[in-house]
């Protein structure tokens, strides 16, 4: 199953983006599903995980302001990030695991600045 993550963009500080990550196949191939950020210069960091019970956790950093979901019906993984901040900016990936197997997409560019 490949992955495909859209959504990013520029925002302002305080605004809101939603990003998408479509799989080309059912998503419960996977046991579970996240969403990692790299900032320029840093290395890769995890943000959310959701498994295929539907369980989630946040990074300490987006708890509260960032939301993990999956739209079953349309094969997507979604990450609703409200309160966004300068610090959110990175490039975003979508992750499928299924033991000790990964399947990663390709990320998409989130800014946030005034």
């Known amino acids: 199953v490949q992955l495909q993550a859209s959504g990013g963009g520029s925002v302002q500080p305080g605004g809101s983006l939603r990003l998408s990550c479509a799989a080309s196949?059912?998503?419960?191939?996977?046991?579970?599903m996240g969403w990692y950020r790299q900032a320029p210069g840093k290395q890769r960091e995890w943000v959310a995980t959701?498994?295929?019970?539907?369980?989630?956790n946040y990074a300490d950093s987006v708890k509260g302001r960032f939301t993990i979901s999956r739209g079953i019906a349309e094969n997507t993984l979604y990450l609703q990030m409200n309160s966004l901040k300068p610090e959110d900016t990175a490039v975003y990936y979508c992750?499928?695991?299924?033991?000790?197997?990964?399947?990663w997409g390709r990320g998409t560019l989130v800014t946030v600045s005034s």
């Open positions: 992750k499928g695991s299924r033991g000790s197997d990964a399947s």
């Open positions: 196949g059912n998503i419960f191939s996977f046991n579970s």
């Open positions: 959701i498994t295929d019970g539907g369980s989630a």
